[in-house]
Structure formats: C-alpha cells, structure tokens
C-alpha cells in the first residue's frame, strides 16, 4: 500500500503538535472553569449498548449510529451524544443522597455523517449537566454557565440564541396536529423551509393558529420578539411557555450576560428529547454552532428514575481550530553522552523541554541541530552551539 493512498475515515482527522496544545488549552480551561464552579466529572464508556442509546426517551435518528456488535452477540453503539449516558448514570448509579447532582465531561462523541456536510464525525465534547434541577433558577444557572464557559475558553464574539421546545408543541396541540406531521413540521422548521411548512399548514382548519405557528417560527431577536409572540399566541397554549421565557430574560439580564443573548423562536434541534429551554450558541469564524443543550426532563426515566435535567455540550474541536495560538519555538537538541538520561531529564525539568538527539556521536547531534534549525545543548557543558 503506498503512503498516499492511505486515508482516514470521513468526519475525521489528525491533530499535530500546536493543534493538540490548543485542544488541551480549551478542554484544561473548561475543567478548570467546572471543577471551580463545583461540578463533579463522570467518565462513561466509549460505546452503550443499542437499545440504551436508541431508549424511548432519546429518539437518536439510527442514521447517526456506528454500530458493532460485542463478543455475547448483543449489539452495541458508539456514543453520539453524552447526555444518555449521564442519564443512564444517574438513574442508575447514583444514589438518592447524591442526588440532585452537578456533573460535568470531557469526552468524544461520535455521530456517523455524510460526505461534504462538513461535520466532524468524532468530536470532543466539554459540558455541564444539572440533574435532578428544575424550574427557572436551573435554567438561568445553565444558560449563565454557557457564557462563561465560552468566555473561557475563547475570545472570540460568540452569541447565544435561546427557544422553548413547549411552543412548537402546544401550537401543534391547538391544531390537533397528529405526530407524523409533527414530526415533518419540526424538520421543516430545522431546515427554515418557510415555503413547504407554509403549504403543510394550509391543511389545518384552526387558522389562527397555523398563521401564529408559521410566524412564529421566523421570529428572532432580543426581548422585543417576546411582545409579537405573545400577540400572536394570544388564548393559545403557549401563552405559558412565552411568560417563562420573559422571565427569563429578566433572570440573565439580572445575572449580567443578556448583551450575549438572542430568541429564536423556530429553534429546534436534531435529537427531539427537549422538552423545555434549548440553547445553541455561535462563535465568530464557525460555520456551526458550537454549543448545544437544554432541558429534558423525561430521559432518566427511561431508565428507571425520573429526574428533571438540563445542560449543554461545547464542541472543543470547532474552538480549538480557531484558536490562534503562536507556533511552538524550536526546542534545543540536546546531546546527551552514554549512561547520563537521568541528568538530561534533570536538565529538562529545571530548563524546559528539549529534542534529545538520536546520535552518540557529538559531531552528528551538531549536524542533526543545523537540520533541524535549533541550537545544541550538551549535558555536563555550559555552552550553546547555533
């Protein structure tokens, strides 16, 4: 097999030197920023099994799954998201006086794709989970936590757009829609396909409430959106959702990162278990969101305990590439006579890190310098040669 035919699988690539160092500087400033705010780290499996990934509460679309099977025959699936295993873990593994819990990861995930879509198929992951919390003091905690999570890890311009998965769902109720066609609204609104969202609703007899639902679904901004909502679901069951949202809005503006905050009220996300506030964030030089979460408050109860839940991911990888970190120096060779590794780690410990050379010959470490560009150290001698 030649070099040049030897590919990697679509999704993913390799990171190289400076590239690592940014990984580890955005996933080291998100653990530390977790830790401090008294968040406790789980670590799960790389790969669940099938029907715990695939659970009734977490309609994980199959087109997403690598699957395998394990040495019983029982089938298994790499995991593409973190929030089912925390769940999992908590309905399961931690006990009632643990409960509620702030947990946090640092993890890969990994979604199949497809070609030319851009999206990376294993992709690091750094969030937060607040189980066992509900209500509106959780909700801004959660969303607070994101900005300064952001803030941390980046100093690039990055907004935050928060949505209600209740609106969707209670205009749909008002039209008596079944769940196949909710289904369809809701990629539709995914999608922003204004024109064939549009002729599905023109089925519905409930006109008002068609007319609110297509509106509402553009509708995106800062609180002023919130007073065109509310005119529109007037006598709707979405009056409610509306009202904790501008709430909510009160809460973060109250908690100072409102400037950081937009509502859009046609968000939806691609795996359907929300079932309150999500939250999608954006930074400045990426094609797609880096950030992703919200309030499920069904999916531990799948697996034997309900517990109300919300948080967020933070892709690292899309943050990492954008950090603009400077190319590492040349690190000195250093040449280090026969029987003296100890005195060369030593010396690295005391001056920092340096390329050992690979010769026992000092004319030949020279050599491998100038190749290299760097300067020549030599253990047990002072002196630094160009």
Same mark, same amino acid.
């Given at each position: 097999?030649?070099?040049?035919?030897?590919?990697?699988?679509?999704?993913?690539?390799?990171?190289?030197?400076?590239?690592?160092? %940014?990984?580890?500087?955005?996933?080291? &400033?998100?653990?530390?920023?977790?830790?401090?705010?008294?968040?406790?780290?789980?670590?799960?499996?790389?790969?669940?099994?099938?029907?715990?990934?695939?659970?009734?509460?977490?309609?994980?679309?199959?087109?997403?799954?690598?699957?395998?099977?394990?040495?019983?025959? @029982?089938?298994?699936?790499?995991?593409?998201?973190?929030?089912? *295993?925390?769940?999992?873990?908590? &309905?399961?593994?931690?006990?009632?006086?643990?409960? *509620?819990?702030?947990?946090?990861?640092?993890?890969?995930?990994?979604?199949?794709?497809?070609?030319?879509?851009? +999206?990376?198929?294993?992709?690091?992951? #750094?969030?937060?989970?607040?189980?066992?919390?509900?209500?509106?003091?959780?909700?801004?905690?959660?969303?607070?936590?994101?900005?300064?999570?952001?803030?941390?890890?980046?100093?690039?311009?990055?907004?935050?757009?928060?949505?209600? /998965?209740?609106?969707?769902?209670?205009?749909?109720?008002?039209?008596?829609?079944?769940?196949?066609?909710?289904?369809?609204? =809701?990629?539709?609104?995914?999608? +922003?396909?204004?024109?064939?969202?549009?002729?599905?609703?023109? @089925?519905?007899?409930?006109?008002?409430?068609?007319?609110?639902?297509?509106?509402?679904?553009?509708?995106?901004?800062?609180?002023?959106? !919130?007073?065109?909502?509310?005119? !529109?679901?007037?006598?709707? +069951?979405?009056?409610?959702?509306?009202?904790?949202?501008?709430?909510?809005?009160?809460?973060?503006?109250?908690?100072?990162? %409102?400037?950081?905050?937009?509502?859009?009220?046609?968000?939806?996300?691609?795996?359907?278990?929300?079932?309150?506030?999500?939250? =999608?964030?954006?930074?400045?030089? &990426?094609?797609?969101?880096?950030?992703? #979460?919200?309030?499920?408050? =069904?999916?531990?109860?799948?697996?034997?305990?309900?517990? *109300?839940?919300?948080?967020?991911?933070?892709?690292?990888?899309?943050? /990492?590439?954008?950090?603009?970190?400077?190319? /590492?120096?040349?690190? *000195?060779?250093?040449?280090?006579?026969?029987?003296?590794?100890?005195?060369?780690?030593?010396?690295?410990?005391?001056?920092?890190?340096?390329?050992?050379?690979?010769?026992?010959? !000092?004319?030949? %470490? =020279?050599?491998?310098?100038?190749?290299?560009? %760097?300067?020549?150290?030599?253990?047990?001698?002072?002196?630094?040669?160009?």
């Amino acid at each position: 097999m030649s070099v040049n035919s030897i590919n990697i699988p679509v999704g993913t690539r390799d990171y190289l030197f400076e590239e690592c160092g %940014s990984l580890r500087r955005v996933s080291n &400033a998100l653990y530390a920023l977790f830790s401090a705010r008294g968040f406790d780290e789980v670590i799960s499996p790389t790969f669940e099994y099938y029907d715990v990934v695939r659970t009734k509460g977490n309609p994980m679309p199959e087109s997403m799954l690598f699957k395998f099977t394990e040495c019983t025959g @029982r089938l298994l699936a790499l995991r593409p998201d973190m929030t089912t *295993p925390i769940a999992r873990i908590a &309905a399961t593994r931690i006990p009632d006086y643990n409960l *509620p819990a702030r947990l946090f990861y640092i993890q890969n995930v990994y979604r199949a794709g497809t070609p030319g879509t851009g +999206r990376n198929t294993e992709v690091m992951q #750094g969030g937060i989970e607040l189980v066992g919390f509900k209500g509106i003091d959780a909700d801004t905690e959660t969303i607070v936590m994101a900005v300064d999570a952001l803030r941390a890890c980046t100093d690039k311009k990055f907004h935050i757009e928060i949505g209600h /998965a209740g609106l969707l769902k209670e205009l749909a109720r008002d039209l008596n829609m079944v769940d196949s066609d909710f289904d369809a609204m =809701r990629k539709l609104t995914e999608r +922003r396909n204004i024109a064939a969202l549009t002729d599905m609703l023109k @089925r519905y007899e409930n006109k008002k409430a068609a007319e609110a639902l297509s509106e509402l679904i553009m509708l995106f901004g800062g609180v002023e959106v !919130l007073d065109r909502a509310e005119a !529109l679901c007037a006598g709707s +069951r979405a009056s409610e959702e509306l009202k904790y949202l501008r709430v909510l809005i009160e809460n973060l503006n109250s908690a100072g990162v %409102s400037d950081y905050i937009s509502v859009d009220f046609g968000l939806v996300h691609q795996i359907d278990y929300y079932t309150g506030i999500i939250i =999608r964030a954006y930074i400045e030089g &990426a094609g797609m969101e880096v950030l992703s #979460g919200g309030r499920y408050d =069904r999916l531990a109860g799948s697996f034997g305990k309900a517990l *109300p839940a919300i948080g967020f991911a933070i892709d690292i990888n899309s943050i /990492a590439v954008l950090d603009e970190m400077p190319p /590492a120096g040349k690190k *000195p060779v250093l040449h280090v006579p026969s029987g003296r590794i100890r005195e060369a780690f030593d010396y690295m410990d005391k001056n920092g890190p340096c390329d050992i050379s690979p010769y026992d010959s !000092l004319e030949k %470490s =020279r050599e491998y310098a100038k190749r290299r560009g %760097s300067v020549l150290k030599v253990i047990g001698d002072s002196k630094e040669e160009e």
